[in-house]
């Protein structure tokens, strides 16, 4: 046998673990040091009450042959998915049942979706980025052109004319800079795909963290969207969903005439076999009145850590995307320092800890995310320290 040699092509990701290795560095240095980390990508408060309710019911019925449920459908249960459809249309996207397929998590769809696709399209895909994108398409060995997002178009790059692509990711509001397209900038790239023939894989993972109402929320809302673009979302960060795993993928009957979403069920029902459906009736609470009010919830918290971080960076008169609309804030590190620098600086001197930017990409080698994901006050005690340090 030969193995794919388009693994060798992929970049080692030492993101983490070299943010962990300096951190537990430190620590054994200064074992008092009170670090705090802003640097957590995953979600922190609990599941709400009233999805951790659903889950017990249903795992109940799964130990009763009345209620028992063994194979579902691949694309999820009618419950679920009509639950989406009702939500997309409670702010104007009208989708069909049967555009709206249940996964285990965005990221699973994100790199699936490409099955659909040749591998000899070329893929446009910003810097900075979340890896996924990009190690995805380096496995099936498809050729990559990036577009760069910097201070000058505040992180929300346009696209270039000059510049074809046959598949385009945008994920807004964005990880790692938290900015998030306006109607004008996304209809920009619906235009451009439509005029392209292109397809853009729109990561939503973050819509729910949208609070101006000028914003969209879903690709969908804006027109010609529905015939160029495929959207993913996700429980993760909307309600807690890191650990328990569900998401979902909106593609289009209007896209390629239908055939993207045959071939997309056609290669769901072959290689996956569905979500169990106790999650799926977790995820079904989350649409309910009392879901909603109590994610909505936890939401209120992570943006009131926004909220401190931005407020902060805005009284140094550090430049930053994000804070607002997205749970990340990005901000440029001071003097001009490398991100990796600053880490070092913020964890020596303040005993923060965050991502460097340079992880994300060419793009980021100056900049640096912090999240509001964290614990209220650490978050409050992190500006603080963030003041007296940068002030
Ligand atoms: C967290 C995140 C997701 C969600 O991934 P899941 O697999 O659903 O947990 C997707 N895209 C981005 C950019 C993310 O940061």
């Not at 249960?77 to 996207?93: C, K, M, P």
């Not at 397809?199 to 939503?204: E, G, Q």
């Not at 973050?206 to 969207?225: H, K, M, N, Q, V």
Request: proline letters at 6%; charged letters at 20%.
């Amino acid at each position: 046998m030969k193995l794919c040699p388009n693994f060798k092509t992929l970049e080692t990701n030492y993101l983490f673990a070299d943010i962990a290795h300096r951190v537990n560095a430190y620590q054994a240095a200064h074992p008092d040091a009170p670090v705090i980390r802003l640097g957590i990508g995953d979600v922190t408060l609990p599941l709400a009450p009233m999805v951790v309710e659903a889950l017990r019911e249903a795992s109940a019925e799964q130990g009763v042959k009345e209620t028992f449920h063994g194979y579902g459908d691949e694309q999820g249960y009618g419950f679920l998915q009509s639950a989406i459809v009702d939500y997309y249309a409670s702010r104007g996207v009208a989708l069909a049942q049967n555009e709206v397929f249940i996964s285990d998590g965005a990221k699973s769809d994100l790199g699936n979706i490409l099955d659909i696709f040749s591998k000899d399209n070329t893929v446009l895909i910003p810097d900075p980025v979340y890896p996924v994108y990009v190690d995805t398409n380096r496995m099936d060995g498809r050729p990559i052109v990036f577009a760069d997002a910097n201070e000058g178009n505040g992180f929300l790059p346009l696209p270039d004319p000059a510049v074809h692509a046959d598949i385009i990711y945008i994920c807004s509001p964005n990880n790692p800079t938290g900015a998030a397209y306006d109607r004008a900038g996304l209809q920009a790239w619906v235009d451009y795909a439509l005029e392209h023939e292109a397809v853009i894989l729109y990561d939503a993972a973050y819509e729910c963290f949208i609070t101006d109402p000028s914003l969209p929320r879903s690709i969908f809302e804006l027109p010609g969207a529905k015939q160029c673009a495929i959207e993913f979302c996700s429980f993760s960060k909307m309600a807690g969903f890191t650990g328990t795993r569900c998401g979902y993928t909106v593609v289009p009957e209007a896209l390629a005439n239908g055939e993207a979403r045959r071939m997309w069920l056609r290669r769901q029902t072959t290689k996956f076999n569905g979500v169990p459906y106790i999650v799926q009736r977790g995820a079904e609470a989350v649409f309910t009145e009392q879901g909603q009010r109590e994610i909505h919830e936890a939401l209120a918290y992570y943006q009131q850590n926004a909220a401190v971080l931005a407020n902060t960076l805005t009284e140094l008169g550090i430049w930053y995307t994000g804070g607002k609309n997205s749970p990340y804030l990005w901000l440029k590190c001071p003097n001009g320092m490398e991100s990796w620098a600053f880490f070092d600086y913020l964890l020596e001197n303040a005993n923060l800890v965050g991502t460097p930017g340079a992880g994300f990409g060419r793009n980021g080698a100056n900049f640096f995310r912090l999240t509001a994901f964290g614990d209220q006050a650490k978050t409050a005690e992190a500006a603080g320290r963030l003041r007296r340090l940068l002030g």
